[in-house]
């Protein structure tokens, strides 16, 4: 070895030299880096007293937490995904408000905004910002999809679109169920407009003592058998109402003395009511989601859920655990 | 020939090692089918990452808590009752639906109690066990003085309000409500981060014993009156309710987690969950200089 030292010395040196540099380069290029460590063949995430965490044990932790509504989740954008095609107007939609939401975080969160919202985008799995658009396009298919069930299922839900006039209690009455000869005088004031001639819009605006309603003609909205944000004996006189009618006056304990006018009792009819109120001619495209957006955004926000395992089974859903799929079901409030 | 090439196959070995990246977990099994809809499967490894990046650090960091709290703390009768007690209000607040919560989640009442409940007591009496531990060093950085303070929008009341105490004829919860001050009258603890009352008052009280009786201070701007009485300015004669007053300090909560992330050897070897903690709560890096650094910029 050392004959082959002295008679190479000048390659020895360029060995030692390069070994030298090397092992410099290798301590600079790891140094501060996290090191790994593994337990039972299993990398560790972390360690406390002792004990190690692995990803198994993170996980089983996490999924205890969550994992029901992430799979969940994962399920429904699984099946708007496959059940409903991206339109051009969701495209235009999903352009639209991605620039708005991306406008709101920069103003709110400042330059380091992408970073919130890949975190909370990353969190219903997506890679990240990049992906706004594409989870936009997804919320408007769930959409389109529940607005689509809830139109094949329109008798069965007793979809409704109705208006309605108010007429309070009088200070002191405890709403007995016959009106004050007061509360009577306002009644007849609205039947009166409404003999006259006067449309029911017009008799609302005019009447209702409603503030929040009466500015808009009295339209509520659309509500239908599975709305439970409403005054009962409001919503049983609704459902009962054919397009066109008007209520005969409906007392609630709640409130005072409703009528009410059904505007829409078909999908034809909603469709033409919502047009009408938004100006909207028969040429110009609307999405089912647009005509039912009342609906499925404040009167019946659970079905969805239906809409979305109803669709699921037609597209076929298996689970691996039964125990899983028992979970889901009860999570989106199915029966099983 | 044989030992060089020996002695370059290994320099070639050890620049493999160079450029190493920082360590990261996978799970095992991350391809495993929990469910399919249509042509699409969700896996494990999709559930994992979608968990880990909305509650992965929330989830370990309280984990390693729950780890450390349920060797320091141990769980007593009145927990089990607080516990009891919060389910029970949960109940009654949220009706079917909480109950329908834990079903969904694979959880009886018995497990929420004792897989939730207790452990967040645990937790809170960690940072009360770290106070009394280090009260005397903590008491000495934000000096704790108990007193009652008065404040009066004008001299007249002020005034009126300190005769009626220094001849004993009122409580300061009275002297307080029938001068027109909104002043409960009851003992606080004041603190070098007290920010609530004047300056020229906060001074009073800094230097005044509980021999001084009641002290009539105007504030700097003149349009306020105090009236400060300082009770004890011995933190040990207080010393729980200096405690109760000092516990939401974030950086007592800060260096009590650092305490006992160290004591308790926390480490964290999967990069992803070390950077989210970083960002979350860097407090609990305890491995390295860097997470000291940021602890002590708090």
Same mark, same amino acid.
């Given at each position: ?73 994962? =399920? ?88 309605? =006039? ?119 495209? =609307? ?29 076929? =859903? ?19 | ?298």
């Amino acid at each position: 070895m050392n004959s082959f030292i002295k008679k190479n010395w000048f390659v020895s040196l360029l060995v030692v030299v390069f070994a030298v540099i090397s092992v410099y380069y290798i301590y600079d290029s790891n140094k501060g880096k996290l090191k790994g460590k593994t337990a039972n063949g299993e990398g560790v995430v972390y360690s406390i007293n002792g004990e190690d965490v692995t990803a198994t044990g993170l996980y089983d932790s996490m999924y205890k937490n969550n994992g029901t509504a992430a799979l969940a989740e994962a =399920i429904t954008r699984a099946v708007a995904d496959q059940a409903v095609e991206t339109t051009d107007l969701m495209k235009d939609n999903a352009a639209s408000q991605s620039t708005s939401i991306l406008n709101n975080y920069l103003s709110t969160y400042g330059s380091d905004y992408r970073t919130t919202l890949d975190a909370q985008l990353q969190g219903l799995g997506y890679a990240g910002t990049d992906e706004l658009e594409a989870y936009l396009i997804n919320y408007f298919k769930q959409s389109e999809l529940t607005a689509q069930y809830a139109e094949q299922h329109y008798d069965d839900l007793k979809i409704r679109n109705v208006s309605y =006039i108010l007429i309070k209690f009088e200070d002191g009455n405890s709403g007995e169920g016959t009106p004050t000869e007061d509360e009577q005088a306002r009644m007849d004031a609205v039947d009166e407009a409404l003999a006259s001639g006067k449309t029911f819009e017009e008799a609302a605006a005019e009447f209702s003592e409603d503030a929040s309603t009466a500015s808009n003609g009295g339209v509520l909205g659309t509500l239908d058998a599975n709305t439970t944000t409403l005054d009962s004996a409001f919503q049983q006189a609704s459902l009962s109402l054919k397009e066109g009618e008007i209520s005969d006056w409906v007392y609630s304990e709640n409130f005072g003395y409703f009528l009410i006018q059904c505007n829409a009792s078909t999908p034809e009819g909603l469709e033409a009511f919502y047009r009408a109120q938004n100006g909207l001619t028969e040429d110009i495209e =609307i999405s089912k989601a647009g005509i039912y957006d009342s609906l499925l955004s404040s009167y019946d926000t659970t079905l969805v859920n239906q809409a979305i395992w109803d669709t699921a089974e037609e597209l076929g =859903i298996s689970f691996t655990d039964p125990d899983t799929e028992a979970a889901v079901k009860q999570y989106l409030g199915l029966e099983d | 020939m044989n030992a060089m090439r020996k002695v370059i196959s290994a320099g070639c070995a050890l620049l493999l090692l160079a450029g190493c990246k920082d360590a990261s977990v996978t799970l095992p099994g991350s391809s495993e089918v929990i469910a399919t809809v249509g042509n699409q499967s969700v896996t494990k490894g999709d559930l994992y990452d979608v968990l880990f990046a909305s509650i992965g650090s929330d989830t370990a960091a309280s984990d390693a808590l729950n780890a450390i709290s349920a060797q320091e703390i141990e769980v007593t009768d009145e927990m089990k009752e607080s516990a009891q007690g919060t389910l029970d209000m949960y109940n009654l607040l949220y009706g079917d639906s909480f109950s329908e919560y834990l079903s969904a989640s694979g959880m009886s009442d018995e497990d929420y109690i004792n897989d939730y409940l207790i452990p967040s007591l645990q937790s809170e009496e960690l940072v009360t066990k770290y106070m009394e531990e280090h009260f005397t060093a903590i008491a000495e950085e934000y000096n704790p003085i108990q007193a009652i303070v008065l404040t009066f929008t004008s001299q007249e009341d002020a005034s009126a309000a300190l005769s009626a105490l220094k001849d004993g004829s009122l409580t300061p919860a009275q002297a307080a409500s029938e001068n027109n001050s909104s002043s409960s009258g009851s003992e606080e603890i004041i603190t070098i981060n007290t920010t609530s009352y004047d300056s020229a008052a906060l001074s009073v009280i800094r230097s005044a014993s509980s021999d001084d009786g009641w002290t009539e201070v105007t504030s700097t701007d003149g349009a306020t009156w105090y009236l400060v009485n300082v009770v004890s300015n011995d933190p040990n004669e207080f010393k729980d309710d200096a405690i109760a007053a000092l516990s939401n300090i974030t950086k007592i909560t800060n260096a009590s987690t650092d305490y006992y992330f160290r004591k308790y050897g926390f480490h964290v070897y999967d990069i992803n969950l070390y950077n989210a903690l970083k960002d979350s709560n860097p407090e609990m890096l305890v491995q390295d200089s860097a997470a000291e650094e940021v602890f002590a910029a708090d």
